[in-house]
């Protein structure tokens, strides 16, 4: 690996070498390394490009990692990962890519990762997405995560794109059994001409489940994005979505919230926020000594934390 | 030693120009200065004046003898003058660690932040990593921002009325906190209150009213009119 690819690994992944346990490493399209456990599989898939990885059930306190890394400008990917979560796993899987393009073509990182979670499995996932370069090609990604949580099943999933990222269009869809949780964690920063947009889809199916999706985000410069939800109580369940934005600039952020009950017993919430910085908050921090740019970098990094 | 010089302050308003504050000159060198007076008689204007916020129409503010009315309020901030709100700001995201480090200037330990929590009565550990949202209470939150204001330890500090928005029985307990900064910090300490009890232990008081200067003195030449007039009850009452 060389210098780039190891800072886009330490961006995204906080790995310095090669990670314990089960990892597979993706460099420009190529596996550089990989490597399972007894508890871990991981499989090359023969029709298209991706792999599945397969954790046996009561696989209790492992991680996988497996990163992407795009270095070389002009390289445009298209990868399906299948996650096979046995019964009763308690499990950490980092996921994530760093584009760095610093050449004139565009490169561009598309995602497919599935999720079946075994009855009373539970999943902690991370997901960051970093872009670096100063090529006038654009680093593209459009990671989509499809989550089937069985009863009993919880899924606890953080996703953070910071920096770099030109255009993303970044898609979650869920259905959840009886008993099943999941909960999402977005941290978005956009800026410059970037554009981002977030679509979740949640189904909640099963009696007693809950979903509780969180967006916390910040468009700065002449940025755009937009947030979509959609929870649908389907059944005894409960619902919430939360989508909070700090503007800025002359940044654009949208919000469509969006809720169906089908069940008299579905019990659905969303709150939506936009707006500045509030003059106050600055003035706090000022008076403690601050300069007003300061002032607004500790409020976006404790916003955003 | 902080000096007012024929401060003006006026606003425009539907019915034309309103003046907030008339000409207000005073010297502070003492240890404790209380301000007081009726509602709506510029004193918060006078406080945040003198931490920047804003800016008199004319006259001249010195601190220490160099010309600050200029200065902006981080200017002002690094030059000794600190500030603790009438209604402390939420942040969502930011934690009791967080403020006290921006606040003391340097990334401070859980035992210092625990150390400064206790000294306004805070049971420190259950602080320090809240955020500072609706999630505290208006006592805590109280609490919290002279935490801030000790962890700068300046030559000047600022508190516009600390006992407004919290309940009898924590104010009892602040109270004790301001005396016994009044007893350890150096520097001056400028207070905004309608209480008794504050103003009992202030070296002077100034009586603000109506954008003027009412009178000056010590709290044994200005607490009996005060009392006379029975108002400490009623604005009590009012901020609740």
Redesign the interface.
Known sequence: MDLIQKNLLAQIADLHEVPEGAYNIRANGESAGSNTTANIDIVKKDDKDGIDIIIKPGTKNESVHIPVLLSQSGIQEMVYNDFYIGEGANVTIVAGCGIHNGGANDSKHDGIHTFYIGKNAKVKYIERHYGSGDGNGERIMNPETVIHLEEGAVLEMETTQIKGIDSTNRITRGDLAAGAVLEVKEKLMTHGKQYARTDFSVDLNGDGCSANIIS?SVAKDESRQEFFSNINGNCVCSGHSEC?AIIMDKAVVAASPQLTAANIDASLIHEAAIGKI?G??L??????????EEAEE??I????? | MLELKNICYEVETEKGIKEILKNVSLTIDEHFVAITGPNGGGKSTLAKMI?G?IQPTSGQILLDGEDITEL???ER??KG???A?QQP???????VK??IS??A?KNMSVTDVCNILSEVGLCARNYVNREINNSLSGGELKRIEIA?ILA?GTKLSIFDEPEAGIDLWSFNSLIKVFEKMRDEINGTILIISHQEKILEIADKIIVVSAGEIEKTGTKEEILPGLLYKATSCQTLTDKQ
């Open positions: 916390r909070d509030a106050e908050q003035i706090k921090l000022m008076t403690l000594g601050l300069t007003e500790q409020i990094n404790g916003f955003l934390k | 931490a916020i902006g309020i981080t901030a690094k003058i600190s500030f709100f700001v939420h942040f969502k995201g930011l934690t967080d403020l921006i606040a200037g801030m700068r």
